[in-house]
Antibody
């Protein structure tokens, strides 16, 4: 079964850091680009960041550029999101999503998300 | 990058057809056929319904179809069913190698 399982969310104070992980299974992880998409409570979807199969192409939304870093470990079938200098507006459910191919592919498999709460 | 524009809500009766629009710019929807649509039921993860403007993933009902004209993409659902009631989001690849989502449309089946 194709599956993505996010972890690492939690309560964090403004200005602090958090690292999210996404464990992939059921498909050849290093064949596909991967993405992080977030959803604030009661709000819409926001693309956060994407990474190509070999980490050669990275992309970030303006709202997180310079603060968040996406990475992947193909040997461990895992995707990561290092989030620094967290702000109240970063509070959201963070989804890991698999691309149908490269970075221009649609997001065909989604995890259930991990919640990040930013509050003092 | 500004969000794509979708109507906040649409509604229709069972059996009817509805169309949800998604308007962007020449830097996203107008320049690429990398437009996709997602369905999200409350408390659930989004589900891919249409990719590359008009292609349906395996397992998605053929009642769902997509199209694009200029800077506007559209999702049409024919033969509305109660289970189609959900939020729908469009997204497009952009000229600066990012993705931008629409604000979402709540579909109510009357």
């Amino acid at each position: 079964e194709v599956q993505l399982v996010e972890s690492g969310g939690g309560l964090v104070q403004p200005g602090r850091s958090l690292r999210l992980s996404c464990a992939a299974s059921g498909f050849t992880f290093d064949d596909y680009a991967m993405h992080w998409v977030r959803q604030a409570p009661g709000k819409g979807l926001e693309w956060v960041s994407g990474i190509s199969w070999n980490s050669g192409s990275l992309g970030y939304a303006d709202s997180v550029k310079g603060r968040f870093t996406i990475s992947r470990d193909n040997a461990r079938n895992s995707l990561y999101l290092q989030m620094n200098s967290l702000r109240a507006e970063d509070m959201a459910l963070y989804y890991c999503a698999k691309s149908t191919r490269g970075v221009t592919g649609a997001f065909d498999i989604w995890g259930q998300g991990t919640m990040v709460t930013v509050s003092s | 990058q500004s969000a794509l524009t979708q109507p906040a809500s649409v509604s229709g009766s069972p059996g009817q057809s509805i169309t949800i629009s998604c308007t962007g710019t020449s830097s996203d929807v107008g320049s690429y056929n990398y437009v996709s649509w997602y369905q999200q039921h409350p408390g659930k993860a989004p589900k891919l319904m249409i990719y590359e403007v008009s292609y349906r993933p395996s397992g998605v009902s053929n009642r769902f179809s997509g199209s694009k004209s200029g800077n506007t993409a559209s999702l049409t659902i024919s033969g509305l069913q109660a289970e189609d009631e959900a939020d729908y989001f469009c997204t497009s690849y952009t000229s600066i190698s990012t993705w931008v989502f629409g604000g979402g449309t709540k579909l109510t089946v009357l």
